[in-house]
């Protein structure tokens, strides 16, 4: 029977550590540990001098350990922060000695859902709060470990599984579907927010969500949750894509955890915002616009992009309906220039994130800088898109700005809206 101790509590710690890397060989062909405070790349002597072709794999070695393996795993996810995932991946292989391959397929089994014993994300070690990762030596059976690893030896896979799945039926039955109760684990981001592992796969330490969340498709890959997700939302059922999309970001704190290694949860994450504030909410979709913003400025790498210029529409539009409006007019005004630069001074797009950056200047207290800019935005909208209807829009809101500022005494005239 596992001894699982419970916490009720929503308190996240970010995971983020100086990576142990390389490690240090100790005698013989065993690969030991490092101090936590080590994080060059450059002292590791290459295990493998020759590497296959075809395959793209490295062909097994004993030198190959689990800590070996997490400490890989961690090392490029955090090169991924600042390179992004395919060059990180190509630069640790290469300080190895590696093939790409070899380290894709390491990074991949941590981070996959469709295989996994515990749905990734899930663990962390309780001696150094790092997260623990799915690894399997060639032979061997699966375990986990952190990454970067400590002093703590890998724990079988199948039996961290078993003790969460227990848990799962006892504290939240209802989560796991009728003839399901095999795969109890899957549903576990649902009921727990983090469990940290302790000696052994049956001491966890499980930190209880206040409110269970349904877990549609635990083993759906994160293309295919926004596949589903987009045909809901464009077949008039948002609220089931909202729900397809909340489940697979349970395992993310947007408020604390780093932007997203890859477009498919970056996208899936902005979508999520985008029909949360669609749905009138816009407190509950900032947090998400903030995080698919900076996600997808890092995996594209470029402000400009489409897809991240219709992200931080969305995160401006949410800042100004919660009323943060000096947020509201740094992100319009950004987007107004990231579409200047992808569209043109006179896009459309570029007109109009112009026209809502004047109303929020305005509604902010900068009453004639607002109008100015509406006035102007006006003139070139009549001049470049005559029969826009969106100009009608803009005139009347200028006419209102006036009139607020008249009762006021405020007192600004300018002849470019007539």
């Not at 150094?128 to 986990?144: A, F, S, V």
């Not at 498919?264 to 994450?269: G, I, K, L, P, R």
């Not at 790498?301 to 897809?307: D, T």
Request: charged letters at 20%.
């Amino acid at each position: 029977m596992a001894a699982v101790s419970q916490r009720s509590s929503e308190a996240t710690q970010p995971v983020t550590a100086p990576v142990s890397w390389p490690p240090q060989r100790r005698g013989g062909h065993d690969i030991g540990r490092t101090r936590r405070h080590s994080t060059s790349l450059h002292s590791h002597p290459h295990i493998l001098e020759t590497e296959y072709a075809m395959p793209t794999r490295t062909r097994p070695v004993v030198a190959w350990s689990p800590t070996y393996i997490a400490n890989a795993v961690a090392a490029t996810l955090q090169r991924a922060a600042d390179n992004g995932l395919s060059q990180a991946i190509r630069e640790v292989a290469r300080t190895l000695g590696l093939s790409t391959g070899t380290i894709e397929e390491w990074v991949s089994r941590a981070r996959t859902t469709q295989t996994a014993p515990v749905p990734p994300g899930l663990l962390a070690c309780r001696a150094c709060d790092q997260p623990m990762i799915l690894i399997q030596l060639p032979t061997c059976e699966q375990e986990y470990l952190c990454a970067p690893a400590c002093d703590r030896a890998p724990l079988p896979a199948e039996t961290i599984r078993a003790a969460i799945a227990v848990a799962v039926l006892r504290r939240a039955p209802g989560l796991v579907p009728t003839g399901k109760a095999a795969r109890a684990a899957d549903f576990a981001p649902g009921a727990m927010h983090r469990v940290r592992v302790g000696a052994t796969g049956t001491d966890l330490s499980i930190t209880w969500r206040t409110e269970p969340q349904q877990v549609i498709g635990p083993r759906m890959a994160m293309a295919q949750r926004l596949h589903q997700a987009r045909q809901h939302a464009e077949t008039g059922n948002p609220t089931r894509a909202v729900e397809i999309l909340r489940s697979g970001l349970l395992h993310i704190d947007p408020m604390c955890d780093d932007p997203a290694l890859d477009t498919a949860t970056a996208y899936v994450a902005a979508l999520l915002a985008r029909l949360t504030l669609g749905a009138g909410d816009p407190h509950a979709a900032l947090p998400w616009a903030v995080w698919a913003h900076r996600s997808l400025r890092r995996v594209l790498r470029s402000p400009a992009a489409p897809e991240a210029r219709a992200a931080l529409k969305v995160l401006a539009a949410a800042q100004h309906r919660v009323g943060d409006l000096t947020a509201a007019a740094h992100s319009y005004s950004d987007l107004t220039r990231h579409h200047c630069e992808a569209d043109g001074p006179t896009a459309l797009s570029t007109l109009a994130a112009q026209a809502t950056l004047a109303v929020v200047l305005y509604k902010s207290g900068h009453c004639e800088q607002g109008q100015q800019l509406l006035a102007r935005t006006i003139t070139t909208h009549r001049r470049i898109h005559r029969d826009h209807p969106a100009r009608a829009r803009m005139i009347e809101a200028l006419h209102r700005m006036r009139a607020t500022c008249a009762s006021h005494h405020h007192g600004l005239s300018d002849p470019h809206s007539r």
